[in-house]
């Protein structure tokens, strides 16, 4: 690859083009926008790197709520942002993790959004088969240690019932259908199963476990031989029949299975678990049945051909406009940037959200409430209210309120005044001192009472009362002579 900078042919370009502004003096061009510069390095740099392989360590590999993959691909001196979008991260025949050495397919872009350059990975694969391939022996001898490899069953000769455990879109169905068709017609029963990527493997012991478990005369008939079968591929795209749950559920069912996984060449190790190996899953098929007739074959293929044949003008037609469509940008490649910087903000909203708590917290623990503190804010509002312009109708406002309120409270006043409902005939009863008496007991203890009314006040004793104490009259001296009474 050359050593120039991309931007060097971008500037060898028209030098009217606006897209790159000089630097010499006394240049009067208009100044280009962050954007503008942005959107010209995203162009030059697709346009450039189109289509790049790279090997690398994966590193900070983060799968957002979206569905897209996040990470970043390294060697020993520099590291390179990457981003593989939900429809190809679905379609991994392993799980991305930290460490690990893969080879990734794409193009180079940037993200205006941080100003940094990325590659949006459309494949990626385990760098090198060494690794898998030594993986793949390793638990090969520890399987063939705990006995599941050898347990061979003979195959039915005529099955009425054959479960098929595959994708339902995929071409190996449709092999298998037609194979058996073509020899012998059989009822078959497909369990679809996802055959590459995550989950992958779950979803075949499940398949092979649920086959098993149906009971014979229920309303499910359950199959007499099962298939297990996908199309040929890359190790990778096999591995999903290496895992250890396949082995188990194949090598433990109670019905005979073939195994045609990948092509003649491909080895798995469902195949050693399983009671026959087919090089394809169109052997698999020849496998199952006998042959019924070679006229009924010849005759298929005969309406295979004749259904190509009118086929071929709608299939020139799909083709011509799939190449048209192809050249078009796909609603993804749209909106790409656009997710991208939606979960850039998304992660970015939520940690703010986490700052400014803690920013919170740590200004209410610091507050203290003291006279220094009182008086700066006093000092503040004296200061604040100097600056301030005063307009008559601030006061004036503030008044005519306050002066509806006093009026509405004086009006309230003179409704609950004490005296108010002596006017309608009630009275006020005090005690000697001028308090009102506000019970019976209270009123009893008084030696006079005082009754109030509206148009004057009288006094009273009540009945229970104590008597007053007259005083007594000074004794005489006494003379000498003893009293006679």
Known sequence: MANNSPFDDANAGDSNSGLVASSRDGDNSAPLSITEVSLALKRTVEDRFGFVRLRGELSGVKRAASGHLYMSLKDEKSVLDAVMWRGQAGRLAFQPEDGLEVVASGKLTTYPGRSKYQIVVEQMEIAGEGALLALLEKNRKR?????????????????????????????????????????????????????????????????????????????????????????GGSIEDLWAFNEEAVVRAVAESPIPVISAVGHETDTTLCDFAADKRAPTPTAAAEMAVPVRRELAATLDDFAVRQRKVVMRPVDLGRERLEARVGRLPSAEQLLQPHTQRLDDLGGRLRQGLVD??????????????????????????KQRLGAARLDPALIARPIAEQRKRLDALWRLAEQLHPEKPLSRGYAMVLDP?????????????????????????????????????????????????????
């Open 143 to 231: 399987f063939e240690a705990e006995g599941l490899f050898g347990n061979i069953r003979r195959l039915p000769f005529a099955p009425k019932v054959i479960g098929v455990v595959t994708s339902p879109t995929g071409a190996v169905i449709r092999d298998i259908l037609h194979r058996l068709e073509d020899r012998f017609p059989t009822h078959v029963i497909v369990w679809p199963v996802l055959v590459q990527g995550q989950g992958a493997a779950e979803q075949v012991a499940a398949a092979v476990r649920g086959f098993g478990a149906l009971e014979a005369g229920g309303e499910v008939p359950r199959p007499d031989l099962l298939i297990v079968a996908r199309g």
């Open 433 to 485: 001192q001028g308090k009102a008496v506000t019970s019976a007991v209270t009123a009893g203890r008084q030696p006079s009472l005082g009754i109030k009314f509206a148009d004057g006040a009288i006094t009273a004793i009540p009945a229970g009362a104590p008597p007053k104490r007259r005083k007594k009259a000074e004794t005489p001296p006494e003379s000498g002579q003893p009293k006679l009474l």
């Open 356 to 381: 400014r708590a803690a920013k919170g917290r740590e200004r209410l623990a610091d507050l203290r409430l003291s006279p220094a503190i009182l008086r700066g804010s006093l000092r503040d509002a």
